[in-house]
């Protein structure tokens, strides 16, 4: 018995000698591995153990680098965001509110002419677009809210003369047989805007912003801002007039105020509400002389457009004109060429 265990220890002893011996060659390789991969003459590791300065200082020129980089990238964005303050407080200082003429509370909104330029350092110019048109999407409800509860069709039409502007409203509610996105392919076709024609514009997208401009140097600077925002089975287009550019020359134009609102909603999988509101203003109007007896402000009835001459029939004709037939337009692509009876 005493034999049979010396020889299991001895076994043992030499066990573990042959595994240490394994691991000293498998250490040795790992330190020669290492030893090739760091640059010549260099060692991660000093004979004491620890980490050379060598890699140390390598750490830390690393992190600093890294630190400098990222100072580098925020002093850029602060810069980037300075311009943007400078140019938003020059965008806020241009704001020329127009003296309004003596309203009735239920035209507040008329009161709303505000003489707006837009910039042409590109961020500055994209968030003034996008401030215009949110504020006259948060007023929707606003701008909605005297039209008939019901879904009857509506149609209301009023034109103002004072002696230095004329001041028009256009209002309509109708319900068509035809899902939401019919109804918005309508609208995004344009083709409700008699003139001037889409092809004939500059459009400047920007988010959910268009800036329709005729850059025509030989007539009067038109543009129209629109901004769309949706909702679930809804969708609102908000436009508004820009009355100077800085990436244009307007100096000497006619100015031209202009708040549109068009909601459509879809009421049923075929059937879609659509209410639109317009409201006008024209400063100085050419081709327009309004005399004492059209200072009132009233409304102008046709019966007494013969008394007042032709000037009140054409600045009639001239916002009826630039007013959007969009209904007219809805109508005729949703109706078959050949109807059956």
């Known amino acids: 018995m005493r ?3 010396a020889r299991r220890q001895s076994e043992y002893r030499r066990q573990v000698k042959a595994e240490r011996a394994t691991l000293l060659r498998d250490l040795s390789a790992l330190e020669h591995a290492i030893a090739q991969l760091l640059p010549h003459g260099s060692s991660a590791v000093a004979h004491d153990g620890k980490l050379s300065w060598q890699v140390i200082s390598d750490v830390f020129r690393a992190a600093s680098k890294r630190s400098k980089e990222i100072l580098h990238d925020v002093a850029r964005e602060k810069h980037t965001v300075d311009i943007m303050v400078y140019e938003m407080v020059r ?3 241009a704001f ?3 003296p309004s003429c003596a309203l009735q509370s239920s035209d507040i909104i008329l009161g709303n002419d505000t003489f707006v330029t837009l ?3 590109g961020e500055a110019r994209n968030t003034a677009k996008q401030w215009l048109t949110q504020q006259l999407y948060y007023n929707t409800d606003r701008v909605f809210a005297s039209f008939p509860t019901s879904q009857k069709e509506y149609i209301n039409h009023t034109l103002r003369c004072y002696e230095s502007q004329v001041q028009g409203t256009e209002a309509y509610q109708s319900i068509y047989k035809a ?7 309508a609208q995004r076709s344009k083709l409700h805007w008699k003139r001037p024609m889409l092809a ?3 459009v400047e997208l920007s988010g959910n912003t268009t800036l329709y401009r005729k850059l025509n140097r030989q007539a009067p600077y038109w543009n129209l801002l629109e901004g769309m925002f949706y909702e679930a089975n ?3 287009a908000v436009y508004r007039r820009i009355q100077d550019d800085e ?3 307007s100096a000497g134009c006619v100015e031209h105020h202009a708040l549109q609102w068009l909601d459509m909603r879809q009421v049923e999988p075929n059937q879609t509400l659509v209410r639109y509101f317009s409201v006008r203003s024209i400063r100085n109007p050419p081709r327009l002389s309004c005399k004492t007896t059209e200072t009132t402000g009233a409304a102008l009835p046709n019966d007494h457009e013969s008394n007042h001459g032709i000037a009140v029939q054409d600045a009639r004709q001239q916002f009826q004109d630039k007013s959007g037939t969009f209904s007219q337009v809805l109508v005729s692509m949703l109706t078959p060429a050949n109807p059956t009876t």
């Open 3 to 5: 034999k049979s265990g």
């Open 91 to 93: 965008f806020m200082r």
């Open 96 to 98: 020329q509110p127009r």
């Open 200 to 202: 004939e514009m500059d």
């Open 119 to 121: 910039f042409a350092n």
């Open 247 to 249: 990436t244009y020359t």
């Open 179 to 185: 899902p939401l996105k019919a109804v918005l392919a």
């Open 234 to 236: 809804r969708c609102v």
